[in-house]
């Protein structure tokens, strides 16, 4: 593939902060952030100019990656927030706000460079000192028996997005749905430093809002017909899971720490797809209900056990592993046969999700 035009050698500028162009493009980016902040925050609708859909949103992540920004110092300052956002989910408005309002103070007083720098470094130390301390304002006393201020707190985020166009009756049922959520993320009998759960929250299109619920468990992806499959598998309440966190695709460049000794004029890839037939034959005869794979299932095992009504998910991933794993009770191995409840497969806190449905 040719290229359209010559590349060219990057540029060094050292455009300096107080030029006319510097700030009039930091006045519009902070109109716009300044306009989505708050209760009171407006939507902007965002198009590229040249055909396509139209976003309409005040929420910082999706305005930033939709505004198109050509400014160096911009696409700095929008790359540094859009950091922010991805490492702490929320303030990215009140982060743009800041960020631009120091600027033009920077600006206004004519400081030198270093000065700023110095200056900067020693408001943060006093903002995260304060922060920290049992004096601060920012900080809630939380009483668990008594959920009001949390639902106050869940009520005015969500009051904060116009976007949602949700109905006060809505907004109370989501609020206490969202707070539910994160209430059983909470391990039992918690002390000291705690690890909570994490929250999936899966948009369905086409159902009201008022329908939504909270459903604990593992969320795992898979098609509707391999879900039909699975519930009329046991009548009891009983269901026998195989978990690998092997691959089983037959690559034998992932032997682990064994070796593979083929004799001569073996076919290699027909000795380890017996032996992968071998092991579904086991699977079968313990009367496994459901395997689950961190990696690849190679297709022949796959179909083998369907043909035997074994649902076979794989590419499960890192992720998932670690929950299934403490679920379980057992550590990492190749195999892991066991038996899980059905009520107890859905009641451990490990991953949650609220179903928020969208009308």
């Not at 998910?313 to 195999?335: A, C, F, Q, W, Y």
């Amino acid at each position: 593939m040719s290229r359209l035009e010559a590349k060219k050698p990057s540029l060094c500028k050292s455009e300096p902060l107080t030029t006319e162009r510097v700030r009039t493009t930091l006045s519009v980016l902070k109109r716009i952030v300044t306009s989505c902040y708050g209760p009171s925050g407006r939507l902007k609708q965002l198009h590229n100019g040249f055909g396509g859909y139209v976003c309409t949103t005040s929420q910082s992540s999706a305005l930033l990656s939709h505004l198109l920004v050509t400014h160096p110092i911009l696409k700095i300052l929008t790359a540094s927030i859009q950091n922010h956002v991805s490492s702490f989910s929320d303030c990215g408005l009140f982060t743009a706000i800041l960020c631009c309002n120091l600027i033009e103070n920077v600006q206004r007083l004519g400081l030198t460079p270093t000065t700023v720098i110095r200056l900067n470094k020693h408001l943060l130390s006093l903002c995260i000192s304060y922060l920290k301390s049992e004096t601060c304002g920012c900080r809630i006393p939380v009483d668990f028996s008594s959920t009001q201020i949390l639902l106050c707190l869940v009520r005015s985020i969500l009051t904060s997005k116009p976007a949602c166009m949700l109905t006060r009756k809505e907004t109370e049922h989501v609020s206490a749905l969202i707070l539910r959520a994160f209430l059983l993320t909470i391990p039992e009998n918690a002390e000291g430093h705690i690890i909570l759960g994490k929250s999936l929250i899966v948009p369905l299109k086409g159902q009201r809002v008022i329908d939504s619920t909270v459903l604990p468990g593992i969320l795992i992806e898979m098609s509707e017909v391999q879900l039909m499959r699975l519930l009329p598998i046991k009548k009891s309440t009983a269901l026998k899971v195989a978990l690998f966190c092997t691959t089983l695709s037959g690559d034998t460049s992932d032997t682990g720490e064994g070796t593979v000794v083929v004799s001569y004029g073996v076919s290699l890839e027909n000795a380890v797809l017996d032996q992968l037939l071998n092991l579904g034959r086991q699977l079968i005869s313990d009367h496994v209900d459901l395997v689950l794979c961190q990696k690849v299932i190679h297709p022949s095992l796959k179909q083998f056990l369907n043909m035997h009504r074994i649902i076979a998910i794989d590419r499960i991933g890192v992720t998932l592993m670690e929950p299934l794993t403490k679920m379980t009770g057992k550590n990492h191995s190749l195999l892991l046969p066991l038996t899980v409840n059905k009520s107890h497969f859905f009641e451990q806190r490990y991953f949650w999700f609220v179903s928020l449905l969208t009308s």
